[in-house]
């Protein structure tokens, strides 16, 4: 069987197709449409180790994702689809699991779209679009905050006054749910940990970056919070600052809420600090001697460093960091650069495997010497959505 998994941004589609054979699951085509609803936009289509890349207009979503399902149809790849599976930002507190997409809950997840106005709208689209086009197999959204559903009150709760979060849906949701439990187990296999007694730490640093502490396979703290913004330093949001910083600026210089909420969210972070959001260029820049971008870093890696040290207390004690996302994947001077400090907490890494490129068959490789593994792990969230999509309707 065939099994979608869709995607949708706000002017974005991105794609995966998977092959299950045996539980085994093999990507066998993947791409990206951009730019919908402009008027030029652009269609990649990765199958069989070739990249086509075609400018064309896709007035919405649906026509974006019928585009995509001609293509694929075009290689016999969705005549034996099986589930379409969904990727949704917030969840809220009450979708804590992969659902199957019924009419009512696409109107019920209507009501949290306050909480994620940028992300949630647009994959809703993206839901009803490929209902509309392929009505003949259910489809199943998977939640970014699901995998932080398990997190005590001490450690989703902020301290503020109660009715924010009775009224209101104030408290610490977290996000990239689905890239840390995949990283997680992953790691926890190759590692050979007890999957049911581990302390684990995963960082996924991409151009969005959270970090996640886990006890037996479970999220005890994330970074990020109601949105976000919260934790980590990133491409070009801020993570953590004095709140009182926006309504400072805001007094200053007259901007307003949405202009202040802009610039934590878009011009800050890296982008903030050197005017680059892009590591790999930062990175560049920082080793010809430029002193912004060296800063920019700088400031990465003591946030990173600092979450190592808080959530090993949280865990009461550390097995196990898992590096992923863009950064945590392939930037072996980061992850050089946020642990060499640690050596007292027993985290040694080797330089030479972490300079290594290559993954073992399972996309990992473990460059730690001392008592704490380090390990790399390529995540796979569209892989992840397949499994969990094909799990839940029991396939
Ligand atoms: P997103 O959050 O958009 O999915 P990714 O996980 O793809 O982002 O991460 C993108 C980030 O990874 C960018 O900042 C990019 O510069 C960085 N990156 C990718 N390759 C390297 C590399 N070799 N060295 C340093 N940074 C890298």
């Known amino acids: ?18 092959t299950v054979e045996d539980n085994v699951y093999t990507s066998v085509a993947e791409g990206l449409v951009e730019r919908i609803g402009e008027s030029v936009g652009a269609i990649t289509m990765k199958l069989n180790g070739n990249k086509d890349k075609q400018e064309r207009t896709f007035a919405d979503h649906k026509e974006a994702l019928a585009a995509v399902l001609d293509h694929l149809g075009e290689h016999g790849l969705v005549d034996d689809l099986a589930v379409v599976g969904h990727r949704m930002v917030h969840g809220g507190e009450e979708y804590t699991k992969p659902t199957q997409v019924t009419e009512e809950i696409l109107k019920d997840l209507d009501k949290l779209s306050p909480l994620a106005p940028l992300h949630n709208p647009p994959c809703i689209t ?9 009505g003949d197999v259910p489809h199943v959204i998977v939640f970014d905050t699901a995998y932080h559903a398990t997190l005590a009150e001490d450690a989703y709760r902020y301290a503020v006054p109660k009715e924010w979060y009775t009224n209101h849906g104030v408290r610490r ?11 997680a187990n992953t790691a926890v296999r ?42 980590l330093v990133m491409g070009t949001r801020s993570g953590n600052i004095d709140p009182a910083i926006p309504f400072y600026i805001m007094r200053q210089t007259g901007m307003s809420a949405q202009e202040a909420e802009d610039a934590l969210n878009r011009q800050s972070g890296l982008k ?11 990175e560049e820049r920082a080793d010809s001697g430029d002193a912004d971008a060296k800063l920019a870093l700088d400031l990465f890696a003591h946030r990173v460093r600092g979450y190592i040290g808080e959530y090993s207390a949280h865990l009461g004690g550390l097995d196990a960091i898992v590096f992923t996302g863009g950064i945590g994947e392939n930037s072996a001077t980061m992850r050089a650069a946020i642990l060499e400090p640690l050596a007292h907490m027993g985290i040694e890494i080797d330089p030479a495997r972490n300079d290594v490129r290559e993954f073992n ?23 992840q959505i397949a499994r969990e999509s094909v799990e839940l309707l029991g396939l």
């Not at 069987?1 to 998977?18: D, H, P, Q, R």
């Not at 993206?126 to 392929?134: K, S, T």
């Not at 959270?210 to 396979?217: E, L, N, P």
Request: hydrophobic residues 40%.
């Open 1 to 18: 069987m065939n099994i979608l998994v869709v995607n949708a941004g706000s002017s974005s589609l991105k794609y995966e197709v998977f």
């Open 190 to 231: 190759e590692l050979g940990l007890d999957p049911n007694n581990h302390k684990v730490i995963t960082a996924h640093l991409g151009n969005g970056a959270s970090i996640t502490a886990i006890k037996d396979g479970k999220s005890i703290e994330t970074s990020m919070g109601l949105t976000p913004l919260e934790g």
């Open 361 to 383: 068959e399972a996309g990992t490789r473990v460059i730690s010497t001392g008592a704490v593994k380090v390990i790399v792990v390529l995540t796979q969230e569209q892989e």
């Open 272 to 282: 903030g600090v050197c005017g680059d959001n892009d590591a790999r260029a930062v």
């Open 126 to 134: 993206g839901v009803r679009a490929a209902m509309e086009l392929r």
């Open 173 to 183: 949701y977290g996000f990239h749910g689905t890239s840390h439990k995949y990283v």
